[in-house]
């Protein structure tokens, strides 16, 4: 269960050293859900999903903070999970997701990177799980001197079911700063235009 937290704290020594660690369990059917993320924390998020369910979690205005979900889907049942925000702090997001038979999931990430973030987002259907459905939508735009770091994974082993990777990610470099500044754009006027889409689901 906290495979991907061991990961971070040991790819990364020092950065959870003396972090408090904040465990919830929660089961959610039929319901609509916004987690509450607390910063300088390590977050721990294990959540079985039933029925017609909404997961939603912002990143905006987090410090540093370790988070990581497990999210499991019962049979029968279609779940969604959206992040969103700016990271203008360091943040370490991990999603381990299962699906049940019959089942969908869909995982998008909307986020605007200032500062610097380290994204694992992990889709399994395991082999049983016929007839389930999982995409992971990934909207992400990086700016200046920021650092993201992005590793998706899928792990299929039922062949009657269907999963997708959706990914737009975009770096805006000195020559693509450049061009809008050409249009007319100040870099408070890239940012505000940045910040409304993202900030806001």
Not at 119 to 148: H, M, R, T
């Amino acid at each position: 269960m906290d495979q991907l937290v061991e990961f971070f704290r040991n790819y990364f020594p020092k950065s959870f050293d003396g972090y408090p660690i904040k465990r919830i369990d929660l089961s959610v059917v039929d319901n609509k859900v916004n987690l509450d993320v607390s910063s300088n924390s390590i977050n721990i998020f294990n959540i079985k999903l039933s029925g017609r369910s909404n997961i939603i979690m912002s990143l905006n205005d987090l410090k540093k903070s370790l988070i990581y979900l497990d999210l499991e889907v019962i049979e029968g049942s279609e779940a969604s999970f959206i992040v969103y925000g700016k990271v203008s702090s360091d943040i370490y997001l991990g999603i381990s997701s299962s699906l049940s038979k019959e089942s969908k999931l869909s995982i998008e990430e909307k986020l605007y990177i200032e500062g610097k973030m380290v994204n694992i987002a992990k889709i399994i259907i395991p082999k049983g799980s016929v007839g389930s459905y999982a995409v992971l939508d990934q909207k992400i735009v990086s700016y200046g001197e920021s650092l993201f770091i992005n590793l998706p994974i899928l792990i299929i082993k039922e062949p009657k079911c269907k999963a997708e990777h959706l990914s737009k990610k975009i770096r805006l470099d000195e020559d693509q700063l450049f061009y809008l500044k050409s249009k007319g754009m100040s870099d408070d006027g890239i940012k505000k235009v940045l910040e409304r889409y993202f900030t806001t689901l």
